[in-house]
């Protein structure tokens, strides 16, 4: 498999990026790798990149987006933090990976059994930690079941996922809502903004459509 180039970035849309990354999983979950030569792919990407997918994902050792997508070089822009959340420099990010860049898609890539979502839920305090899982508390405050606080923390599995999910919603009504370039981009058709939970028991990826 090659590198993007501009002619093949030129091809793709949302709906065939987001049939590349569904694909891509597929292939993950089944072992079956696309042959590609990253050494080569050093060489033909550099003169420039033409990415067609712009994926902000947890700094989870386990949920790399290359990886669980199986994608190579320059492919996709990988944005990541604890939580998957955004802030003004990540929308700025993800406004140069779409609008100058010229990436199709955006997926907000949640993942089972969180951590950062866990520390959300128990209201963790640690350093710069403590205002992190801050941004990530409107997502424990909108999952209202269960109503038993005693359920509401990182030992209710169930919880914590379901935080998750609500959580990659709400990030990307943020986007939209905060990020004027991206949701004029959205409005004309020239990106796609979804979301996605990746499983840590499976390597699967569910995608929220
Ligand atoms: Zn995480």
Redesign the pocket.
């Known amino acids: 498999m090659k590198a993007h180039t501009r002619e093949t970035q030129a091809t793709m849309t949302p709906e065939k990026s987001l049939q590349y990354l569904k694909e891509g999983n597929v292939r993950f979950q089944n072992n079956l790798k696309a042959n590609r030569n990253l050494l080569e792919q050093v060489n033909d990407t550099s003169d420039g990149q033409f990415p067609f997918a712009t994926i902000l994902s ?3 050792s386990r ?1 790399s987006a290359e990886l669980v997508f199986d994608q190579g070089l320059g492919d996709i822009f990988s944005v990541r933090i ?3 959340f955004v802030n003004q420099d990540i929308l700025g990010s993800m406004e140069f990976a779409c609008k100058l860049a010229g990436t199709k898609l955006i997926v907000v890539l949640g ?1 089972t059994a ?4 866990k520390g959300a839920c128990d209201d963790a305090k640690l350093g710069n930690l403590t205002d992190m899982l801050a941004k990530i508390k409107p997502a424990v405050k909108a999952v209202t079941e269960p109503k038993d606080a005693s359920l509401r923390n990182s030992s209710n599995s169930d919880f914590v996922d379901n935080v998750s999910a609500k959580n990659v919603q709400l990030t990307i009504d943020r986007i939209v809502e905060e990020s004027d370039v991206l949701a004029e981009m959205q409005t004309n058709g020239e990106i796609k903004i979804v979301g996605a939970m990746y499983d840590i028991n499976t390597g699967a990826v569910n995608f929220y459509e």
């Open positions: 947890c700094i989870d949920v604890a939580g998957n993942h969180c951590g950062a979502v």
